[in-house]
């Protein structure tokens, strides 16, 4: 391995050009014949432009504006280290030809490396955690790389862990792991491209720079080159609840990318001057929101930045130029929170604030549904299975022997429910003839008819399958999970 310097310029001939200053302007791919064509992929990563998003700062002083990193070839800020760190590897003689390249990744360095890597002919195995949604590890597959799925709650350490097992792969002869979290052509690369776009494309005028931190290479390369030219532009950290990067317990959370639970090298977090801590709802519903008012379709992360820097906006004047960094797209997020249903399930999807109550749902139900379809103790599994069938319910409660539509809550004994019928079915099938009474579960909990849906929303999104609605002491209805997900849906613009 020969020791290199990181910050040498001629060792990045791909990553931002021989020649071109991006402080000075947008690399310009002419060939020898005088035509605008790229020589490859690599040559149109970067120059990311930046746009104005009015609708979403209506209610702050200034306008933010946002660094589309998502328009990437890759789709990803990540596009940009991952040729660099490998060509520094290159220089260092530690990555050869024919190589293999080993690397930890939420899915973004991933597809960065991988597009360097089939330019290079170089091959790819990438370790995931298994919070990652399908979406992106079948975009990793797409571009050739081999992708192993771990375990997200384990500790760094375990030998389960994407680190652990990344080590491990890493070891094997001619492959070379470029370690996103230590390698520091990561920061290095912000500090050669990003930062110095950002200081064109604003003119110098840049007040404040916001983004999420993940291996800290963007907040730490673009904050150093700004701080460089501008002492006093604020760098601003937006951070996941969950994250030790803004001093919180450490827990699991959902936002893919950023936040951390140990300290890469690649970070530097004097670089940040003030920290907003961001839970997973607010991180979501804002991205949906930036889709659905400016038109970006932004990861989740990038919903992480803008709630911080909107928060941060508040207290800044009208001409503040404050840049908030959109680190990838929704595209890789369709089946988790751009899914009004993945939203639903974590509790997510935009209550109805206090605006709406269970008798909305109710009467959101298909009419020709009975409101109360219920059992009594001494009619047989057979007959409630039958009952669950005929209306298409998969639970429904136990009323005293003799009572119906008149029941009072004092009359409801019990639940019953599709898949506890089904499982002593299978373990003893003469139960079919056995009197509900003696299989019959814990009654389902109960809601007010006029109580606000947020406050059932809880009872449902925590577990129980559905809930008896009562009306002053009388059973009316009974509203299911599938119910409230069809109703909330229905609400959403
Ligand atoms: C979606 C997303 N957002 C933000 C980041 C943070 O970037 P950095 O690692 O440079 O801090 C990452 C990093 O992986 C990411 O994948």
Not at 314 to 336: H, W
Not at 403 to 411: L, N, R, Y
Request: charged residues 25%.
């Amino acid at each position: 391995m020969r020791e290199i310097d990181v910050t040498d310029r001629s060792i990045y001939t791909r990553t931002i050009g021989i020649e071109h200053d991006p402080e000075a302007g947008p690399r310009r791919n002419i060939d020898a014949k005088g035509r605008e064509i790229a020589p490859d992929l690599l040559a149109l990563m970067g120059d990311t432009p930046l746009v104005a998003m009015e609708r979403i700062s209506k209610d702050v002083p200034p306008t933010l504006i946002a660094k589309l990193e998502m328009l990437n070839p890759g789709g990803s800020v990540k596009d940009r280290i991952g040729i660099a760190m490998i060509e520094a590897a290159e220089a260092a003689g530690v990555l050869k030809p024919g190589g293999t390249i080993v690397e930890p990744t939420s899915g973004n360095t991933g597809v960065g490396l991988a597009i360097a890597a089939a330019r290079k002919g170089y091959r790819c195995q990438f370790v995931v955690p298994d919070k990652v949604s399908q979406d992106k590890i079948s975009l990793m597959r797409a571009y050739g790389a081999e992708v192993v799925v771990c375990p997200t709650a384990v500790d760094p350490e375990d030998p389960r862990s994407y680190y652990s097992v990344s080590d491990r792969l890493a070891a094997e002869p001619n492959a070379f792991k470029p370690n996103q979290y230590f390698n520091q052509a990561n920061p290095q690369t912000h500090m050669m491209s990003t930062g110095p776009e950002l200081w064109r494309q604003t003119n110098g005028l840049i007040d404040a720079f916001v983004c999420g931190v993940g291996t800290g290479g963007t907040a730490t390369g673009i904050g150093r080159y700004l701080k460089g030219r501008k002492p006093d532009v604020q760098i601003i950290g937006a951070d996941p609840e969950g994250s030790l990067y803004s001093g919180d317990e450490i827990h699991p959370y959902l936002v893919e990318g950023i936040g951390e639970d140990f300290w890469p090298e690649t970070f530097d977090p004097a670089i940040v001057d003030h920290w907003y801590r961001v839970s997973d709802r607010d991180s979501f519903t804002t991205a949906r929101r930036i889709t659905r008012e400016e038109g970006i379709l932004v990861g989740g992360s990038g919903g992480t930045a803008v709630w911080a820097a909107l928060e941060y906006a508040r207290t800044q004047p009208e001409d503040a130029t404050i840049v908030v960094l959109l680190p990838d797209s929704g595209r890789g997020y369709l089946s988790k929170f751009l899914d009004d249903k993945w939203m639903a399930e974590h509790g997510m999807l935009e209550r109805t604030g206090g605006r709406k109550h269970v008798t909305d749902v109710l009467g959101s139900k298909p009419e020709e549904l009975p409101a109360l379809v219920h059992v009594h103790p001494n009619e047989t599994v057979a007959q409630a299975i039958a009952l669950l069938q005929e209306f298409g319910v998969s639970q429904m409660p136990v009323f005293r022997d003799g009572v119906h539509e008149d029941a009072m809550i004092g009359d409801v004994l019990g639940s019953i429910r599709e898949n506890a019928l089904l499982d002593a079915a299978l373990k003893d099938a003469d139960v079919m003839q056995k009197p509900i009474g003696e299989v019959m579960q814990p009654p389902l909990p109960v809601a007010g008819v006029n109580e606000p849906l947020d406050d059932v929303f809880a009872g449902l999104a925590a577990g129980s399958p559905a809930v008896v609605i009562v009306d002053d002491e009388r059973p009316v209805g009974v509203v299911t999970r599938a119910d409230l997900l069809t109703f909330l849906a229905s609400q959403q613009g």
